[in-house]
């Protein structure tokens, strides 16, 4: 696995992953970092709208297409029958960057917290089976013999934890 500064935020579907990560995001930018995510989704998804022109480039069989302005650029990648890409791909596209979150994703071996929720549509714990997960966030009372648990809520603590897991150096001011 990649020596990047990457850090994953993993759990059951509705175990509260994607509001901790845009939770973390926040504090870690507060804190003065730049910071990327990658999302993982087991599901198809579309980022663009039929009709644009981007949707019709890739309509009639473009397998890459870059839309640019001056405030933001994406490029979209057509898999037409490929394997999906796995995360140490993904990683390596990524501009430079002081961390990357990392949201699914629950097989790879990166450094992850996992996220327990009531409501998870999974109430199995992860965390047993799976090494690289370092702690444990919840909305709840969990009891595991050696990892940290955190609140679900406590993102200043959780966002310690992975700065000091990463050594990683916020920018003097």
């Known amino acids: 696995m990649t020596r990047l500064p ?7 579907k509705n175990s509260g992953k994607t509001q901790l990560v845009t939770r973390l995001v926040s504090e870690f930018t507060a804190r003065g970092l730049k910071v990327a995510t990658v999302k993982h989704a087991h599901h198809a998804f579309d980022i663009d709208t039929p009709g644009t022109d981007t949707f019709r480039h890739r309509e009639a069989g473009a397998r890459e ?8 650029w994406a490029l ?4 037409d029958g490929e394997d999906e890409p796995d995360l140490e791909h993904i ?16 097989r790879e071996g990166h450094p992850k917290i996992e996220v327990r929720r009531v ?4 109430d199995r ?3 047993a089976n799976d090494p690289s997960i370092l ?9 595991t013999n ?14 310690d934890f992975i700065e000091e897991q990463l050594n990683l150096k916020r920018p003097t001011p």
């Open 135 to 143: 702690a444990i966030a919840a909305d709840h009372a969990v009891s």
């Open 146 to 159: 050696d990892l940290p648990i955190f609140n679900l809520d406590d993102v200043t603590g959780i966002a």
């Open 119 to 122: 409501e998870a549509t999974d």
């Open 125 to 127: 714990p992860l965390a």
């Open 6 to 12: 990457v850090f994953g935020i993993t759990g059951w």
């Open 65 to 72: 297409v870059a839309i640019v302005s001056s405030r933001r």
């Open 76 to 79: 979209m990648h057509e898999l």
């Open 91 to 106: 990683l390596g596209r990524l501009s430079p960057c002081d961390l990357i979150l990392v949201e699914g994703y629950k």
